[in-house]
């Protein structure tokens, strides 16, 4: 499997001044229960938006495989791997389930290599300055709605599916 997962806002938005402008637990929950054992692929703002919560742990995800993208070969990169693109990403995964899990130019580059798309939406305007309603708008006309649920605190947690 090769998915997007993702968390947006009600407008589209995923990220403001380079982070998560929401906080949910169960989100993250979610998050690392459906990724675990996976690889992820990531871009560089991405990364360093995660930087701060990992502390003195080794991982930047715990139980993943993380996949930095970025053209800049000078980069370091602390718990992950650094790869140039998305395709070498795709050629270093070491697991069979792979996710792409932001930025947005990830999520728009992936497009044309995931069979499925998790998305969550947070029952909130965050004024957010990066968006994906394109990605949003292809996922919703191109793949097969699979199911979801919508949780107490309001969080809609949809699958979206298709056979590539």
Excluded at 7 to 19: E, Q, S, T
Excluded at 47 to 71: A, D, F, K, M, W
Excluded at 95 to 104: E, K, L, P, Q, T
Excluded at 142 to 159: C, H, K, N, Q, T
Aim: hydrophobic letters at 35%; one cysteine or more; glycine letters at 10%.
């Amino acid at each position: 499997m090769k998915a997007i997962i993702v968390a947006v806002d009600r407008m589209g938005g995923i990220g403001k001044d380079n982070g998560i402008p929401w906080k949910y637990s169960e989100d993250m929950k979610y998050f690392a229960a459906t990724t675990k054992n996976s690889t992820c692929i990531m871009g560089r703002k991405t990364y360093e938006s995660i930087l701060p919560y990992i502390g003195n742990r080794t991982s930047l995800l715990p139980h993943r495989q993380c996949l930095v993208v970025t053209s800049n070969d000078e980069y370091e990169v602390t718990g992950a791997t650094r790869v140039r693109s998305l395709t070498e990403g795709l050629k270093e995964a070491s697991y069979d389930n792979v996710f792409f899990i932001g930025g947005a130019s990830i999520y728009m580059e992936a497009l044309g290599h995931i069979d499925t798309a998790y998305i969550t939406t947070i029952p909130d305007d965050y004024d957010c300055d990066v968006n994906i309603n394109n990605v949003i708008g292809y996922v919703a006309s191109s793949f097969d709605y699979v199911g979801g649920e919508v949780s107490a605190a309001g969080l809609s947690y949809r699958v979206w599916s298709t056979k590539r």
